[in-house]
């Protein structure tokens, strides 16, 4: 039986638990019971169901129709992973397409049920669902799991050691973190807070795991109090370091598998923080009938996004040392095309070996992509044993890779030319250069928000019709998730506030062009906001690189730039070759000198 032909058995078996149950629509959401972006083995319902490995799913089942909805990173690849399943792609923000919400608006009929597993369903969406059915006169069944009932070889629950991270690398010990939490608690009238959030957690008890490949986080829920500290993680990953650092720090350990039932029966005396958009929807309907809820962001978000003085000295470190070795993969690459034998893999396998030799490497922070001419068009694509498309003397290689160090998470992606290049291919790996220039050397004024700074970025593209779909940038974790809010470059969020950027806050910048079936270009340089200057105008802040790795001088079309975006680029180049010439030599080290060489425009 092919995979295609398994997913329609998959769907049919679904069909058929939703018919014995009385369901009529059935919900599943790429997500876990903590509402996290990249989730273990054991959660990937929406793969398991559809096949489909995009990160953002919403999947809407009924006895005759099946409808997956993701985002524009994922269109291409999506599209071939549903085709021949009877499942329908729908593609997020394009003309035409309902959302979710429209799509159960206009066909979900009076009498009729929607169901949905709670646990891995986020609180708010949940929220939406219910004024939806009840609006239609239909009904909601939040806890229904059907999916356990036919996913017979199921993977089970990751189970790793929880490790302690010290006060000299977290910058901050527990106890201060905990008092600045309690503070937020007691100023909106909160005597409990409950955390899902897995990568909040692990900031806030200065502790990591690895139970989500790439993501140093434990599975695991908090209840604090204003005087008690509960966690709630597996049996089986509770080292002697970890037994000793709860008692010292009077946190009480509870088995993971507890929160729920725990929540029912625990007697609340006064409201609980709670967070919808990062809790799931069983916990918050539980909560909603123990006690009085105050909904707000998780004041841990915030916190954890602006980094503290010890983070920093550690990320830009690291950074550094992150760069050289990129600066070296593509010196590699350049030298290797056309010479001897280049595949996608065997590109992603050179950078993940060079990261490797950097002391205090931990892993990397997602799954190189590696990805040649038309598969980069993919903004997720992964290459296979199956599918890895050789590196030719021609075109592009788009490379997007972090790590994960003892002090920091790296992100970077760098398109480089590796043979001739149309006009087309100069001119859209020029703007993308400009827009990614223009928003590194910006100077805002205090207030100015996320979605603000997005259009800096996107406006050189926008002269020329052009734009790609997806968020400018995201903020990046301390050794934590590679993808971290709340502060993001992006049209205004759909879920949550449109945050200030603020000074601490570490976030990528990688505008892109991507054209469907010939090639795809994105630039990303990390940044960190920091003050620049007061005035009687007020406040003024600017972004420092982290990220030193050349943008390819071969690829550039300098009629397309104006004097101050050469400017910017040698700027930038000047810093690449005093920051990163220290750690290369030899070949390596003349490449880099003439990577980064000064540019004249010519007369």
Known sequence: MDMKEEIRKRITMLRAEMKSAGADYYLAASTDPHVSEYVGDHFKITEYLTGCTSDNVILIVEQESAHLWTDGRYFISAALELENTGITLMREGQAGVPTVHEYLTEHLGKGQVLAFDGMCVRASEGYRLREIARKKGASVEGMEDFVSGIWIDRPQLPSNPIRVLPDEIAGKSLEEKVAEIRAKMEKCGADYFVLAKLDDIMWL?????????????????????????????QESEITDELNAYAREKRIKIHEYGEMLDYLKNYHFEGPVLVDRRNINDAMHSVLDERAELIDKSNPTEMLKAVKNATEIENI??????????????????????????????????????????????????FHTISAYNANAAMAHYQATPDHSAEVKPEGFLLVDSGGQYLGATTDVTRTVAVGPLSDEMKRDFTLVAISNLALMYTRFAKGTTGSQLDMIAR??????????????????????????????????????????????????????????????????????????????????????PLTFVPIDRNALDLSYMQPVDLMRL?????????????????EELEWLLAATEEIKRPE
């Open 205 to 233: 008890l200065n502790i990591r795991g690895s139970d989500v490949e790439c993501c140093p986080v434990a599975l695991s829920f908090l209840l604090l109090g204003m005087q008690t500290i509960d966690l709630f993680i």
């Open 316 to 365: 830009r470190k690291y950074y550094i040392l992150d760069s050289a070795a990129v600066c070296r993969f593509i010196c590699r690459v350049g030298k290797m095309v056309g010479k001897e034998f280049l595949d996608e893999i065997k590109a992603a396998g050179m950078i993940d070996s060079l990261r490797a030799e950097i002391p205090g490497f931990a892993g990397l922070s």
């Open 459 to 544: 406006e050189p593209l926008y002269r020329y019709a052009c734009d790609y779909n997806h968020g400018t940038g995201h903020g990046i974790g301390f050794m934590l998730n590679v993808h971290e809010g709340p502060q993001r470059f992006s049209h205004p969020p759909k879920e949550g506030p449109d945050v200030e950027i603020v000074p601490g806050m570490i976030t990528s910048d990688e505008p892109g062009i991507y054209r469907e079936g010939k090639y795809g270009i994105r630039t990303e340089s990390i940044i960190l906001s920091v003050t620049d200057t007061r005035n009687e105008f007020g406040e003024f802040y600017k972004f420092e």
């Open 570 to 586: 040698n700027d930038y180049h000047r810093q690449v070759r005093e920051k990163i010439s220290p750690y290369l030599k030899g």
